[in-house]
């Protein structure tokens, strides 16, 4: 599923630099109403043990931008403006799944709801990704 995607929105000039590579991110659902992704703990902590902030904020900004993407219509670019995370409880080890609704979509904004839970079910983050929509350049 991911290769699907990447081929969809990655400039081939980049696709062996991704950040979603490195955190072990796998999408395994995208649709314009849900886009779905899980992470390993593992390799992605911060010094206490924990999930990394950081690591949840770059799942909720991909799950969104995706979502965004797919929301954005023929010849538009989805481009993160803000994204707020809200980090519940911590997360030692397993994989996290994130998953992505969009809240709005509209012309210029589109906003996404990413719910983050942990193997439990347990709500670790909830994030809000909003993202500008533009017209893709000429030969993009």
Not at 81 to 108: K, N, Y
């Amino acid at each position: 599923m991911s290769n699907m995607i990447a081929d969809y929105t990655i400039d081939p000039a980049f696709v062996d630099q991704q950040l979603n590579d490195k955190l072990g991110l796998v999408v395994t659902e995208a649709s314009p109403e849900r886009v779905v992704a899980t992470m390993p703990v593992k390799g992605n902590l911060q010094p206490y043990g924990l999930l990394h902030g950081g690591a949840n904020a770059a799942l909720a900004e991909t799950l969104g931008s995706i979502c965004a993407a797919l929301n954005a219509g023929e010849g538009r670019l989805a481009l993160g403006l803000e994204l707020s995370c809200t980090h519940h409880r911590g997360v030692r080890s397993g994989i996290v799944t994130g998953v992505a609704t969009p809240m709005h979509v509209g012309r210029g904004t589109i906003t996404s709801e990413i719910v983050i839970t942990d193997e439990s079910g347990k709500r670790s983050c909830t994030a809000r990704l909003t993202c500008v929509v533009r017209d893709a350049p000429s030969g993009a």
